[in-house]
């Protein structure tokens, strides 16, 4: 019986017959793709001095310009390859990005100045992006059912990719160099390449595709404000995950007892909020399956602004550390449920430029959410960072909640 059922599912939804496979090779490939994007954090500012900037200050400087390039680059051309994804195929998209990545990844490994440098993180931006092709290929694959769970796991990986690059690009460069990191980190995504050219299944549909022409994007969605919500959602999601980056050293240093430990502590801090939503992700995306999405986007905005609060009052290390991982739990479960509702709301054909807009807010509060916290923090105090960014997430809470839709899904 369970056999005549899948191949009825086979025939009649060819698109979805192949989700699992489909989502455990995206999985794979989100994970180690961010990975190379992540790894050069610990060591950016060592390799900015080899290519030639002698100058701390300057080096400061240069590290933040490669850093952000590649986030900049890619909140600009997101919705367009999303928009080229619907057209000309979703796995077209992940196949560009993870060999333009393989190169570009490679190619940092043999810089030979800072200018080249940036060069390469803004063209890994601009030529990139498979984690959020993930995302949409998923998004419009898996049946509705079960989307908030696979794109729950897909998150998962996305943050432990966050997760791990950093711990990797401590410890390759020791025993390989930094030059060597790159060039593996390339090798490992064109593995990536291959598994998504050779194992990815996506039907190929010439009504979806004269469709998707046809659609013209953003102006077929029917109902634009749940879509607006989540956009807002996603900005907010990324803004309270980084505000506190630039003070957190400098706000562990007054609550620590022993000032040899602050870098390790806030080292901590920085990732127990990761650790927590890749602990969280798929779980909070399958309860969202079952109880709506609005419900659990709204409760998980409101829980993580209310511990928000106490985080600004803290008197030891290991309140902020616990506080920051049920902060992550709670916020664990935005990613999927954003990116399930744009899909339940916007049509098939425009499904990837929308969901290319939602990666691009997330990208902006990826960047402003340094920039806000920094300035907060050094002109107004380190307390306004933490009760700013509550009041922020509870206001988008309350919005959430007002454009639900009626009939209470999401």
């Not at 744009?342 to 990208?363: C, E, F, K, T």
């Not at 107004?380 to 960014?389: D, E, H, K, P, S």
Request: charged share 10%; proline share 4%; net charge positive.
């Amino acid at each position: 019986m369970t056999e005549t059922r899948w191949e009825t599912a086979s025939v009649a939804e060819p698109e979805t017959a192949y989700w699992m496979r489909n989502m455990v090779i995206c999985l794979v490939g989100s994970f180690t793709t961010i990975v190379a994007m992540t790894l050069l954090l610990p060591f950016l500012p060592i390799y900015v001095e080899e290519l030639g900037v002698t100058d701390k200050a300057a080096v400061v400087e240069w590290s933040g310009i490669a850093y952000g390039a590649t986030f900049f680059a890619a909140a600009l051309v997101a919705p367009l390859w999303g928009r080229l994804g619907d057209i000309y195929g979703r796995k077209l998209m992940l196949i560009r990005a993870s060999l333009g990545m393989a190169v570009a990844i490679s190619l940092m490994g043999m810089a030979g100045n800072v200018w080249e440098l940036v060069g390469l993180r803004l063209f890994t931006g601009l030529a990139g992006g498979y984690a959020s092709g993930s995302m949409v290929l998923v998004a419009t694959q898996t049946p509705k059912d079960r989307s908030g769970w696979a794109l729950g796991m897909l998150a998962s990986g996305v943050m432990a990719g966050n997760l791990v690059g950093p711990l990797i690009g401590g410890a390759l460069p020791p025993f390989i160099g930094i030059r060597g990191t790159f060039l593996a980190a390339g090798a490992v995504i064109f593995v990536t390449f291959l598994a998504t050219t050779f194992l990815l299944k996506e039907e190929k549909s010439s009504a979806r595709k004269k469709a998707a022409k046809a659609s013209g994007g953003w102006k077929s969605v029917p109902d634009k404000g749940p879509v607006i919500a989540m956009l807002a959602t996603g900005l907010m999601l990324m803004l309270a995950n980084m505000s506190i980056e630039p003070i957190i050293t400098v706000y562990v240093a007054q609550i620590v007892e022993s000032q040899a430990s602050v870098t390790l502590v806030s080292g901590i801090v920085m990732s127990v909020a990761a650790l927590g939503s890749i602990l969280s992700a798929s779980r909070l995306g399958k309860l969202a399956d079952r109880i709506g999405y609005w419900t659990v986007i709204t409760a998980a905005l409101g829980v993580a602004a209310l511990l928000l609060i106490p985080q600004a009052f803290v008197v030891n290390a290991w309140q902020l550390i616990g506080l920051r991982f049920l902060m992550g739990v709670a916020l664990g479960g935005l990613l999927p449920c954003i990116t399930a509702v744009i899909r339940h709301n916007v049509p098939d054909a425009a499904a990837g430029n929308v969901l290319g807009l939602s990666i691009s807010s997330q990208y902006i509060g990826q960047v402003a959410g340094p920039v806000l916290g920094g300035f907060i923090g050094g002109h107004i105090g380190m307390r306004a960072v933490f009760l700013g960014t509550a009041v922020l997430l509870a206001g988008c809470a309350c919005y959430s909640w007002m454009v639900r839709p009626r009939e209470a899904e999401g």
